[in-house]
């Protein structure tokens, strides 16, 4: 494999930010890796650009599905906290848990911003891409804060 070490670049990358395993990453990324050889033409880019955009749509299909699978996990403080799906269902609405996957979908950028701004950018996704009503998001955000307090 050329492109062993973007390989490696962009599955570190997700491991540093979701603290999956790396191993099962950079599987995952070679898998695409080889999907994206057979697909590729170059008449359309560079071959690293096509590559990349592969493993990452790759990478990020397969986090979805095991965060689904496995439930949620956050890294909060240091300290790894995993909430198993029965735990989320029970003390959550689905609107609640939707919102959650929203926010634990990417931590590090959620750490990075204001409690105030991730809930106005939440707000605005809820109502503009999702067509939630304002009461609907805002009953969301009560039921996490609830479950965490």
Do not use: C
């Not at 080889?34 to 650009?49: H, L, N, V, W």
């Not at 790894?80 to 029965?86: K, L, W």
């Not at 809820?126 to 965490?148: G, H, P, Y």
């Amino acid at each position: 494999m050329e492109n062993l070490n973007l390989i490696r670049k962009i599955a570190w990358s997700y491991h540093h930010s979701t603290g999956v395993e790396l191993d099962d990453l950079i599987q995952e990324a070679s898998l695409a890796y080889i999907e994206a050889m057979r697909k590729y033409d170059p008449e359309r880019g560079k071959i690293s650009t096509f590559v990349w955009h592969t493993i990452n749509n790759h990478l990020r299909n397969y986090l979805k599905k095991e965060l689904e699978w496995r439930g949620l996990s956050t890294e909060l403080d240091g300290v790894d906290q995993t909430y198993t799906q029965t735990h989320w269902s029970e003390s959550l609405s689905e609107d609640a848990i939707h919102v959650a996957q929203l926010l634990f979908w990417s931590p590090r950028t959620m750490r990075t911003l204001s409690v105030r701004s991730v809930r106005k950018q939440l707000f605005l996704y809820m109502t503009k891409k999702k067509r939630w009503s304002t009461k609907r998001v805002n009953q969301a955000f009560r039921d996490l804060r609830m479950a965490f307090n």
